[in-house]
């Protein structure tokens, strides 16, 4: 099946997925490309200003690449049931001296400004999640050039970012790492294996497909192309690599004895999101509320103090279920590796 993949020079079918928050870095993203792969920056959480500096990082190395948006698809929550959980989570803040938001923030990730960046500046890839863009969101980018890939968890799902127009499909699986990419956070799709859900979604979309979720061996890899995906996308694996932006705590995570699972939590950001289980997942995740993107602004302060900190029991440690065997070396050799059967 010809993909934009092709036409880009992709010749790995391994790929550096977008994880923000600080782990992807436009100097994994050229690594991911100098490999033969492709690599996605993560706009979520930055300005527009951020995103064209670091696509600019890029562009002077002169491989590539692709930029992921969060598209909006908020989740808003009660002034009632966010001042409860504020007083809930104010008493850890308050170790840190920290005075968490008294209202909701509700915002779009200055969707508007980065869709205008993406439109004036066209990239070669734009990928999306959390929600579905607009039909002529999606059209205005391939007019400029940009091929356009749409996360989705479920079959039904793909069938509307098919009608929507979308080129490729990133199918991710529950067991990823980070936040689902669900339409509907209030209701997770069924846990089906990724390459089940693989096969399920090629039958019924006739779209090229990348996977992605829980990818951390070679076998992995070889089962979801095998499965009918035409590349894998990884993102848990390169937590530890030499290029990542992760935390110091977020890196010594990983590999403590004493994170022993991981969970689906809401917790930190009030969408549903994969973690290693931790005390504040366990204390705090039977009385959140969904509420997205308020949440995820009432948290962000105490987890990024406890982070500095190197309190691992309140940062938000995102990963797939195969966080254990991430390595610490080169993202052009642990996407190598995954790629070798």
């Known amino acids: 099946?010809?993909?934009?993949?092709?036409?880009?020079?992709?010749?790995?079918?391994?790929?550096?997925?977008?994880?923000?928050?600080?782990?992807?870095?436009?100097?994994?993203?050229?690594?991911?490309?100098?490999?033969?792969?492709?690599?996605?920056?993560?706009?979520?959480?930055?300005t527009a200003d951020a995103v064209r500096s670091e696509i600019a990082a890029v562009r002077d190395a002169s491989v590539p690449l692709g930029v992921n948006l969060f598209a909006p698809n908020p989740v808003p929550v009660s002034e009632a049931d966010y001042r409860a959980y504020r007083d809930a989570v104010q008493a850890e803040a308050d170790?840190?001296?920290?005075?968490?938001?008294?209202?909701?923030?509700?915002?779009?990730?200055?969707?508007?400004?980065?869709?205008?960046?993406l439109l004036a500046d066209p990239v070669p890839v734009v990928s999306f999640t959390f929600g579905l863009p607009g039909a002529d969101v999606i059209r205005a980018l391939q007019k400029a050039g940009t091929a356009v890939v749409q996360t989705v968890t479920s079959v039904d799902e793909a069938r509307a970012a098919a009608e929507a127009g979308a080129d490729m499909l990133a199918v991710q699986g529950a067991v990823a790492g980070g936040h689902s990419g669900t339409f509907t956070p209030g209701r997770l799709p069924a846990p089906v294996p990724l390459p089940e859900l693989v096969a399920q979604v090629t039958i019924a979309v006739g779209l090229p497909v990348i996977a992605?979720?829980?990818?951390?061996?070679?076998?992995?890899v070889a089962g979801v192309l095998s499965a009918g995906a035409v590349a894998a996308a990884v993102g848990t694996a390169l937590l530890r690599a030499d290029e990542s932006g992760a935390s110091a705590t977020h890196r010594a995570a990983l590999v403590d004895p004493?994170?022993?699972?991981?969970?689906?939590?809401?917790?930190?950001?009030?969408r549903p999101a994969r973690g290693l289980r931790n005390r504040f997942i366990d204390e705090f995740e039977p009385r959140a509320?969904?509420?997205?993107?308020?949440?995820h602004h009432l948290t962000s302060p105490l987890r990024k103090a406890a982070a500095a900190a190197g309190e691992s029991q309140l940062v938000h440690l995102w990963a797939g279920t195969g966080y254990r065997l991430a390595q610490q070396k080169p993202t052009a050799e642990i996407l190598a590796e995954l790629a070798a059967r």
């Open 258 to 270: 004493s994170f022993t699972d991981t969970a689906v939590t809401r917790a930190f950001t009030g």
């Open 212 to 220: 992605a979720g829980g990818l951390a061996t070679p076998d992995d």
């Open 289 to 295: 509320p969904l509420g997205y993107p308020a949440i």
């Open 1 to 46: 099946m010809s993909t934009p993949l092709h036409s880009l020079g992709v010749t790995l079918p391994v790929i550096a997925a977008p994880m923000a928050g600080g782990p992807t870095t436009p100097a994994m993203v050229v690594a991911a490309a100098r490999a033969g792969g492709l690599g996605f920056l993560a706009a979520g959480y930055k």
């Open 95 to 117: 170790r840190f001296g920290l005075d968490l938001p008294a209202a909701p923030v509700e915002d779009d990730d200055a969707w508007g400004a980065k869709i205008d960046l």
